[in-house]
């Protein structure tokens, strides 16, 4: 994961996923991640837990610095669609805030191949700034 956090500690699960933050702007974040195999499942595509742990991370950290702010926040609610098996080698995970009020804000999130842009999974999540 390269960000401009600091990086999480060797044996976390956002090292697990070994993401990157391709793109950063307000209000929106771009992930990137290559498929490894510990990320697929026996079909050999991306399982969709990993799926929806990318489409989560990209929905908070989509809201964690809007508006010029840079404030932590927990996942209230994530619900996700799964559209097609993600057979690609590198998938995007989109995070758009659709709405922030004070305590809470709510982001569009969904999982795309890199190359072709097809969507994998879509969805909506609700979080709680602490």
Known sequence: MNDTLSAPPADSYHRFLDYDVVERSDGFVRLAMTGFNHHRNRGDYIHGG??????????????GRASGETRKAVTVNLNCNFLSTAMGETVHAEGRIIRKGRSMFFSDVRVVDAESGKIYSSGQGAYKYL
């Open 50 to 63: 990993v799926l929806m742990s990318l489409m989560d991370i990209a929905g908070i950290m989509a809201g």
